[in-house]
């Protein structure tokens, strides 16, 4: 949709980084985790603006592929990628309308939601391999506006990824989050 590239080039657009360097918490503090679990090493992250989370991946040995509808996002992220010496693929591409076309042993899906293009991702999954999740929940005194839609309801990520073969291994909810709160999950797909 243009007005969300719009929305996300004028983010990416200033002279500071609009999410810092170091990838997600989560993913740092799971990645011992995922390497021992997942089959390969390809990955995809998904509304990866910048592309902190696919280059820190891209550091670990995976081959990442990130994703966003922001070319300026992802002219920083080519370029981060070459500070630092590694390779990853920046896809340019409206998640309205783009679906994986082939299989990964890791996806990412941090601060973004779209309910309808999780069963595309389970199904780009490689058996046993992980989908790890993280974005904002709906929860009393949240800062700011934001349209329900786009928010996880209390319990919904146990409801949807209980209905996947797999085995749910993390499914938390942090309504205390320093910044915002937010629900996570980390699916492995049936093997």
């Not at 990645?31 to 990955?43: D, K, N, T, Y």
């Not at 989370?53 to 966003?68: E, K, T």
Request: aromatic content about 8%.
């Amino acid at each position: 949709m243009e007005s969300d590239r719009i929305k996300w080039d004028e983010r990416y657009s200033g002279k500071e980084h609009f999410f810092s360097f170091s990838p997600s918490r989560l993913l740092a503090k799971s990645l011992e985790q995922i390497l021992a679990l997942v089959p390969g090493r390809r990955a995809l992250d998904l509304a990866c603006g910048e592309g902190r989370n696919a280059i820190f991946l891209a550091q670990h040995g995976f081959r990442a592929c990130g994703v966003d509808i922001s070319p300026k996002g992802l002219e920083r992220g080519v370029r981060r990628a070459a500070e630092v010496g590694v390779t990853v693929e920046f896809v340019e591409a409206d998640l309205d309308l783009w679906r994986p076309s082939e299989n990964y042993d890791l996806i990412l899906n941090f601060n973004f939601l779209m309910r309808e293009l999780i069963p595309s991702l389970i199904a780009a999954l490689a058996p046993g391999g992980v989908l790890l999740m993280e974005t904002i929940l709906d929860a009393p005194g949240m800062p700011g506006e934001h349209r329900k839609d786009f928010l996880l309801q209390p319990g919904e990520l146990g409801r949807i990824f209980g209905g996947y073969p797999g085995k749910v291994l993390l499914l938390e909810e942090d309504v205390d989050a320093p910044e915002m709160p937010v629900a996570r999950v980390m699916f492995q797909k049936e093997g």
